[in-house]
Nanobody, 113 residues
Framework: QVQLVESGGGLVQPGGSLRLSCAAS??????MAWYRQAPGKQRELVAS???????RYADSVKGRFTISRDNAKNTVYLQMDSLKPEDTAVYYC?????????WGRGTQVTVSS
């Protein structure tokens, strides 16, 4: 069973930037994605990327966030720029898998002055 470890979260001021990383314990050929869950809200897709680097973004982050992956390092990244208070959430890494998707434990991102 592959394991995912997220890092890079923290406290940042509005307008600032953070880069999240998610390292997998072995090679991943499936879609990798970032989700987030704010207090009292459902978990939502932020961005996803295929092995061939096709990407998809939530409308709320388009133009501000960039997802990328380094297949040699089994790692997916989320570069977050122009952060807003509404981006505050726990960010989770996910790998599409059968029969059950694989999730990381999450990393907290707080955007506040």
């Amino acid at each position: 069973q592959v394991q995912l470890v997220e890092s890079g979260g923290g406290l940042v001021q509005p307008g600032g930037s953070l880069r999240l990383s998610c390292a997998a314990s072995r090679s991943i050929f499936n879609i990798m994605a970032w989700y987030r869950q704010a207090p009292g809200k459902q978990r939502e897709l932020v961005a996803s990327i295929s092995y061939g680097r096709s990407t998809r973004y939530a409308d709320s982050v388009k133009g501000r966030f960039t997802i990328s992956r380094d297949n040699a390092k089994n790692t997916v990244y989320l570069q977050m720029d122009s952060l807003k208070p509404e981006d505050t959430a726990v960010y989770y890494c996910k790998v599409d898998s059968y029969p059950t998707d694989i999730w990381g434990r999450g990393t907290q991102v707080t955007v506040s002055s």
